[in-house]
């Protein structure tokens, strides 16, 4: 597997706190959103700390590796491409699938908009790994995936998260990223214990660590990335770094961005909870997944999944038919959380519903982000007008086709009721939809411009 880079304490670089970042002392590397940089025109930031000697990691999260679609050869090149352009010593991305659909199923793609949780069984685990490989042979660095955090779970799931995560290093040799801010998500969320993942993890795989805050809300954890980091994600990296010394800890931040002296009191706290974990005795020997080889003593049996058996010889390709299977299973689950089709057996239609809520939102606030002029023209009516959009309206091809067939949508309604507005809006329209690759939009054109003339009372 080979020797992990040691990083040291970093932060999630983002554009909103990029002076901040560069003001905090410390900082011995950053971790960038791939898709929100372009390989030709890194952001003056990131070059400046590269300058100084701050190493940049990119972090990818539309890939879907775990979705039952090989992985798109054009998003691999691209993260390729930034890690060359970063010089990057590795990059990461999730155990995770963010969109369903498509040839497979025989039914339109759609998007998530969010990392959505993979099956832990055998035949999504087939799947996941070979995704792995093909991700692993187009990449010029070593490749590391983070587990997700969970509002739902799959039903008959044969392995627990720590024996998955063990099969795929062992069949795969990917390096992991563990979220230890997720473990605490799903031992609120789903009753798992984080210190049975972390008995399981092949800590030699450890790339490193990331660290986040949340909140809870009516009984369910939501992993924000815009709260303080709370005491248990702390004491779960603490475990963590009594069994090994990570090789990076990064602080998460994405939202409600706080002053720089709270940031830098968190890296601290960050800091000190490792430095003292490295204090304690050697805990008890590691579990590893079924089928690992572990150094200096011979292989301990996993403990399997209660009231599921875990099989002896879980070994087969992963074909055609179980791709489809996969695609299946994903795509009924994403069609309920976010195209209102009923759930499918087996689901807790309690957090279904929770999930769905959550993904809307998302959509919403990153629509806000990447076309900050609607909220501004729409005022407090852009958020409950987006929310009725998305409940009819799935996403099939990003957020900015999302934004334009959103406001398509209300100009071919006559919407918003103030005029000036509205002639905002149709000028925010034209502007952008100019540009848009031919298709749907291009061709409904003419016809959006009339019923607009018609709705200003110009035609």
């Known amino acids: 597997m080979g020797e992990n880079t040691r990083l040291g304490v970093g932060i999630g670089w983002r554009p909103e706190i990029a002076d901040v970042v560069e003001g905090l002392a410390g900082i011995d590397w950053v971790e960038v959103v791939a898709e929100n940089v372009c390989a030709g025109h890194l952001p003056a930031s990131l070059v400046r700390l590269r300058e100084r000697g701050v190493t940049v990691v990119p972090h990818g999260v539309s890939l879907g590796l775990g979705g039952a679609d090989r992985p798109d050869a054009g998003r691999l090149a691209a993260l390729a491409e930034k890690a060359v352009a970063l010089g990057a010593p590795l990059v990461t991305e999730h155990i995770a699938f963010v969109r369903a659909g498509g040839p497979l199923t025989a039914s339109p793609v759609l998007e998530a908009g969010h990392l959505l949780p993979v099956p832990r069984t055998w035949e999504a685990l087939d799947v996941l790994c070979e995704n792995v490989r093909i991700a692993q042979d187009a990449l010029p660095v070593p490749l590391a995936l983070e587990n997700i955090a969970a509002l739902v779970a799959w039903p008959g799931e044969e392995l627990t998260e720590g024996q998955f995560l063990s099969e795929l290093v062992e069949r795969t040799g990917v390096r992991l990223l563990i979220d230890v801010a997720n473990l605490h998500t799903n031992r609120v969320n789903r009753g798992e214990d984080p210190s049975e993942a972390l008995a399981a993890l092949p800590v030699e795989a450890l790339a490193y660590v990331h660290v986040a805050g949340g909140l809870e809300r009516d009984g369910v954890w939501h992993d924000t990335h815009a709260h303080p980091v709370p005491r248990p994600v702390l004491d779960i990296l603490g475990e963590l770094a009594a069994r090994v010394a990570p090789p990076g800890v990064l602080l998460e931040r994405d939202d409600r961005f706080p002053a720089a002296a709270e940031l830098a009191a968190e890296l601290t706290a960050i800091r000190t909870t490792v430095a003292a974990a490295g204090a304690r005795p050697a805990p008890r020997p590691l579990l590893i997944g079924a089928g690992a080889r572990m150094s200096g003593g011979p292989m301990p049996v996993p403990t399997p999944v209660p009231d599921t058996p875990l099989p002896s010889v879980p070994r087969q390709r992963s074909g055609p038919a179980a791709r489809q299977r996969v695609a299946l299973a994903q795509t009924a689950l994403l069609s309920a959380l976010v195209a209102g089709t009923p759930a499918p057996e087996g689901f807790d239609v309690r957090r279904l519903g929770v999930q769905s809520r959550a993904l809307a939102a ?11 002029e609607l909220p501004e023209i729409l005022g407090d009516g852009f958020r409950p007008a987006f929310l009725a959009y998305a409940v009819r309206r799935p996403m099939t091809d990003g957020y900015r086709h999302d934004a334009l067939d959103f406001v398509e949508e209300l100009l071919v ?26 298709g749907p939009a291009a061709r409904l054109g003419h016809r959006i411009g009339n019923r607009v003339r018609t709705a200003l009372g110009r035609g």
């Open 362 to 372: 998302k959509r919403a606030d990153v629509i806000a982000k990447v076309a900050p």
């Open 413 to 438: 309604a006559g919407r918003p009721d103030d005029p000036v507005a509205r002639r905002r809006l149709t000028a925010w329209w034209r502007d952008r939809a100019g540009i848009r690759p031919p």
